[in-house]
């Protein structure tokens, strides 16, 4: 079941550079998306999240964008940081079809930011 | 800030051993979520739980699974016979509400080990 892929297993960048990481999904009922953090040791914390029927959403240093043709999403971080070194899941949920709130989760990305 | 808690963070079990997993959702969500992430592996799905019954599940959660909540506090996950592809991490999640777009709080996890 590969409905949700993040490709990229780790991201390397440097510290004040952007940090890009991508999400493809495959099942067009998808209509709510979330990016999580986690660290070790720690559960996945909420980071950001968009709705299909924007292709953006800002907060602070992090903003995701949303192409539905593409079915493609993308997490942007600028400046990264180095507290910002995590493994990061996108998720998506079918909201207009299922009231269970249930989240399928890509592989994860592991970014590391150098200071 | 209320967190979700989960007991105990690691357990090691023998095939075939009914074990029980503990979860303590903040105190005014109204559902909850088992997880579970095998090594290496994505986080998957297993069952949604509101107002004291299954809101959905997944094929992971086969009859091996079952969910309560035994009190007003607890939310329990217990494996009744365990199998050596049973070890990974659970994850305890609630919200306030059955939508994605309602913020899923998650636990620290239990590192369930099958020997």
């Known amino acids: 079941d590969q409905q949700v892929k993040q490709n990229s297993p780790s991201l390397s960048v440097q510290e004040g550079r952007i940090s890009i990481l991508n999400c493809d999904y495959t099942?067009?009922?998808?209509?709510?998306f979330l990016w999580y953090k986690k660290y070790p040791a720690e559960g996945p914390t909420f980071l950001i999240s968009?709705?299909?029927?924007?292709d953006k959403n800002e907060d602070g240093r992090f903003t995701v964008f949303l192409n539905k043709s593409a079915k493609h999403l993308s997490l942007h971080i600028v400046p990264s940081q180095p507290g910002d070194s995590a493994v990061y899941f996108c998720?998506?949920?079918?909201?207009?079809?299922?009231?269970?709130?249930?989240?399928?989760f890509g592989q994860g990305t592991t970014l590391q930011v150098k200071p | 800030e209320p967190e979700v808690t989960q007991t105990p963070s690691h357990q090691v079990t023998q095939m075939g051993q009914e074990v029980i997993l503990r979860c303590v959702p903040i105190?005014?969500?109204?559902?909850f979520y088992w997880y579970r992430q095998i090594l290496g592996q994505k986080v998957e799905f297993l069952v949604s739980?509101?107002?004291?019954?299954?809101?959905?599940k997944s094929e992971i959660f086969d009859d091996q699974f079952s969910v309560e909540r035994p009190d007003g506090s607890n939310f329990t996950l217990k494996i009744r016979s365990t199998k050596l592809e049973d070890s990974a991490m659970y994850f305890c999640?609630?919200?306030?509400?059955?939508?994605?777009?309602?913020?899923?709080?998650f636990g620290p996890g239990t590192r369930l080990t099958v020997t």
């Open positions: 999640a609630s919200s306030e509400m059955g939508l994605a777009t309602y913020e899923q709080y």
């Open positions: 099942n067009s009922m998808f209509d709510y």
């Open positions: 968009i709705s299909s029927i924007k």
């Open positions: 998720a998506a949920s079918a909201v207009g079809s299922s009231n269970t709130g249930k989240l399928i």
């Open positions: 105190s005014n969500h109204l559902y």
């Open positions: 739980f509101y107002n004291n019954e299954i809101s959905e």
